[in-house]
């Protein structure tokens, strides 16, 4: 994430197209956002589609817009959202899921710089910078001949990885401890914890739908908590099923996740526990005694 947040600051000075892949729920939209707000077109719109929520019917209206009268019912002219992107940043999310004659058309208008509305007879010029996202390969499409080719190309100017969260298990802690805070003002919460074996729970989900699931969990934690620490059983996490070979294996008892959690908390925070405790939402004396009750005081 290092990495990749390193690169965003060259590429927002920058004005180019860029593809971001990664998982649903990984953050693409959030890195999309970043570009834009550290851009020289930051007091432009940013617009956002998802062209998976949008009927195939409908959505290249919503791209590129209408004029009166261009199909029943279209009462009034609409600018597309391409148009609405004037002067900023569009979004194109789950651009693997176009149509390929509305690919084409969107070819033509990143080329071109211009789009005409459905129904109209002149082009409007526009001036927007592309940011689209998949959680497709792309490449991959473009070989099954279900993404136009030249498009891919036009896309793929930049291309960023957002890694999924089971490849980043350091930042559950941190990333936690935001949603928690940011859940818990909500709900008038302010002094809710991560308890340890919470911490532990966390380490050992693989979260495939990734910090959206992840906000998601917190956010049921807040609202069922009863009591002023966020249990294991309030994350709502599936308790994983032993495998074929499970009795190949050597048991991992609960101490070990919570130890595991600990230890994850501590390399984080450089072995400075009171930047741990701070992370974790206790005084020091509470994260002392769980180092002590789990066998990692030295």
Same mark, same amino acid.
């Given at each position: 994430?290092?990495?990749?947040?390193?690169?965003?600051?060259? /590429?927002?000075?920058?004005?180019?197209?860029?593809?971001?892949?990664?998982?649903?729920?990984?953050?693409?939209? /959030?890195?999309?956002?970043?570009?834009?707000?550290?851009?020289?077109?930051?007091?432009?719109?940013?617009?956002?589609?998802?062209?998976?929520?949008?009927?195939?019917?409908?959505?290249?209206?919503? /791209?590129?817009?209408?004029?009166?009268?261009?199909?029943?019912?279209?009462?009034?002219?609409?600018?597309?959202?391409?148009?609405?992107? +004037?002067?900023?940043?569009?979004?194109?999310?789950?651009?693997?899921?176009?149509?390929?004659?509305? +690919?084409?058309?969107?070819?033509?208008?990143? +080329?071109?710089?211009?789009?005409?509305? =459905?129904?109209?007879?002149?082009?409007?010029?526009?001036?927007?910078?592309?940011?689209?996202?998949?959680? +497709?390969?792309?490449?991959?499409?473009?070989?099954?001949?279900?993404?136009?080719?030249?498009?891919?190309?036009?896309?793929?100017?930049?291309?960023?990885?957002?890694?999924?969260?089971?490849?980043?298990?350091?930042?559950?802690?941190?990333?936690?401890?935001?949603?928690?805070?940011?859940?818990?003002?909500?709900?008038?919460?302010?002094?809710?914890? /991560?308890?340890?074996?919470?911490?532990?729970?966390?380490?050992?989900?693989?979260?495939?739908?990734?910090?959206?699931?992840?906000?998601?969990?917190?956010?049921?934690?807040?609202?069922?908590?009863?009591?002023?620490?966020?249990?294991?059983?309030?994350?709502?996490?599936?308790?994983?099923?032993?495998?074929?070979?499970?009795?190949?294996?050597?048991?991992?008892?609960?101490?070990?996740?919570?130890?595991?959690? =600990?230890?994850?908390?501590?390399?984080?925070?450089?072995?400075?526990?009171? =930047?741990?405790?701070?992370?974790?939402?206790?005084?020091?004396?509470?994260?002392?005694?769980?180092?002590?009750?789990?066998?990692?005081?030295?």
């Amino acid at each position: 994430m290092r990495r990749l947040l390193a690169l965003l600051l060259p /590429l927002s000075a920058a004005d180019a197209t860029v593809l971001i892949q990664g998982e649903s729920g990984a953050g693409k939209e /959030l890195v999309a956002r970043t570009l834009h707000a550290r851009s020289t077109r930051q007091r432009g719109p940013f617009v956002a589609i998802n062209c998976a929520a949008i009927p195939d019917a409908l959505l290249e209206s919503e /791209l590129f817009g209408f004029e009166r009268g261009a199909f029943t019912g279209a009462a009034r002219s609409k600018p597309g959202r391409i148009e609405l992107a +004037q002067g900023g940043t569009l979004f194109l999310d789950e651009i693997a899921e176009l149509t390929l004659p509305c +690919q084409a058309k969107l070819l033509r208008a990143l +080329q071109e710089r211009e789009v005409e509305r =459905l129904g109209g007879v002149r082009p409007f010029p526009v001036d927007v910078r592309v940011v689209a996202a998949s959680n +497709q390969e792309l490449r991959r499409l473009v070989e099954d001949r279900r993404f136009r080719e030249d498009l891919y190309y036009r896309l793929n100017v930049i291309t960023l990885r957002v890694p999924p969260l089971r490849e980043r298990r350091e930042d559950l802690v941190p990333l936690a401890q935001v949603l928690l805070e940011r859940h818990a003002r909500r709900v008038g919460r302010s002094t809710l914890t /991560l308890g340890a074996e919470a911490v532990a729970a966390l380490h050992e989900h693989d979260w495939p739908g990734n910090v959206r699931e992840l906000d998601n969990c917190i956010l049921r934690a807040v609202i069922l908590s009863t009591g002023p620490e966020i249990a294991r059983d309030d994350l709502g996490l599936p308790v994983s099923e032993p495998g074929p070979d499970a009795a190949d294996r050597p048991s991992r008892s609960p101490a070990a996740s919570i130890q595991e959690g =600990l230890l994850a908390v501590l390399a984080r925070c450089g072995g400075k526990r009171h =930047l741990a405790a701070k992370m974790l939402g206790i005084d020091r004396s509470t994260l002392w005694r769980q180092l002590r009750r789990y066998g990692l005081a030295l």
